[in-house]
């Protein structure tokens, strides 16, 4: 099977490991096993907890936790995968095959638009615009989506804009969507990352039947290195997954499904992400040759440089001269732009370093 190659990870691959502050990050914070292990009750238990295989679609402590992020799900509504990437990717192989059409809301993750290509159905994508504050607007996507179309997916919050849809066009979007019979991918890793009110968002899976929720340990709970994920959807959906997931994964690990907790963590990131957000707006403030829609939750931001230098070579050339790793926008087709995450350590240095490097290319 041929797939483009992900060009988010592949530039994070060469990038990220070496750099001095790394801003292409979309996580907060990662907790160490050590800070985890304070937060679980009885944390010592693991060591006598026998390593063989998991239950096979999650326990049943881990789906109940998950359950709770959620107001109108039973047991067999979720299944456990190895993170989001592995949750949509068995999304799109239990939904598609050749000849399907499918929208894509960009700028996204690029496994909702090369995965469907890759299987080979018709994709098209609808770019969100920075003047509607990089939301979707129905009346744009109803010239895209039509009763043809199989599978509408979209990621909430938004990687990378940072932006927030309101609960209102979430109800409005899911009954676009039930008018048209067509299945949704909401992409929800971000979910509780609201900066501003409720910080969780309504679930598309809670108000729409063909809608999935696909989520994980990584973002709102910092624990990516666990490799936990999950997806939320109608039983029979699920059943279709768990076919075809006894192809890839068995169960997740008893360790990552043991450490899947997520008590005090939100509180914890809050406070990561206000400043965060706080720093990156007093930056943008000061700084004339950016501009940017800030972010209203989610850890990422999409900044347009006052330059016509292509975004990769302004990366490269800012990371050989200051050690910041820095995400191009081409890499998620915003050529122009720069992702920033607003959660990365040493944010203040990183973002002065671009500041600098800015006024003397
Ligand atoms: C929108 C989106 N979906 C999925 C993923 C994959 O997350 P996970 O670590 O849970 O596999 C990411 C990671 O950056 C993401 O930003």
Request: charged share 20%; hydrophobic share 40%; glycine share 6%.
């Amino acid at each position: 099977m041929k797939i483009s190659p992900f060009k988010i990870e592949e530039w994070m691959n060469l990038y990220e490991a070496g750099a001095m502050y790394d801003l292409t990050t979309t996580c907060i914070k990662p907790l160490t096993a050590a800070e985890l292990l304070d937060l679980i009750p009885s944390g010592d238990t693991i060591l006598n907890t026998p390593l063989s295989y998991g239950d096979i679609t999650g326990s049943l402590r881990l789906k109940n936790a998950i359950r709770s992020l959620y107001t109108n799900q039973e047991y067999n509504n979720i299944t456990v995968t190895h993170g989001a990437i592995g949750a949509n990717h068995l999304v799109f192989y239990s939904l598609l095959e050749k000849g399907d059409e499918v929208v894509c809301i960009v700028p996204t993750y690029q496994q909702h638009y090369s995965i469907p290509e890759s299987i080979g159905a018709n994709v098209k994508l609808y770019f969100l615009k920075e003047e509607n504050n990089w939301l979707p607007d129905l009346d744009e996507l109803s010239q895209i989506v039509t009763s043809k179309t199989k599978l509408l997916c979209l990621n909430n919050p938004n990687n990378p804009t940072g932006a927030v849809i309101p609960n209102r066009l979430i109800e409005e979007i899911a009954d676009f969507a039930a008018k048209r019979n067509v299945w949704l991918l909401a992409d929800e890793v971000y979910r509780g990352l609201n900066l501003i009110g409720n910080p969780y968002s309504l679930s598309f899976a809670d108000i729409y039947e063909k809608a999935i929720s696909v989520g994980s340990m990584s973002k709102t709970y910092s624990l990516p290195g666990l490799r936990v994920g999950w997806i939320c959807a109608r039983e029979d959906l699920i059943n279709e997954v768990n076919h075809q997931r006894q192809y890839n994964t068995i169960s997740v690990s008893v360790l990552d499904e043991y450490f899947a907790h997520r008590e005090k963590i939100h509180e914890r990131n809050f406070s990561i992400m206000i400043d965060g957000i706080n720093s990156f707006t007093e930056w943008l403030t000061n700084e004339p040759l950016v501009t940017c829609t800030i972010p209203n939750g989610g850890t990422t931001a999409l900044v347009k440089y006052n330059n016509d230098i292509p975004s990769r070579e302004l990366c490269k050339k800012f990371q050989n001269r200051t050690g910041v790793a820095l995400l191009p926008g081409e890499t998620m087709e915003m050529e122009g732009y720069v992702r920033v995450g607003f959660c990365a350590a040493g944010l203040r240095a990183a973002l002065e370093l671009f500041s600098t490097y800015l006024h003397n290319i």
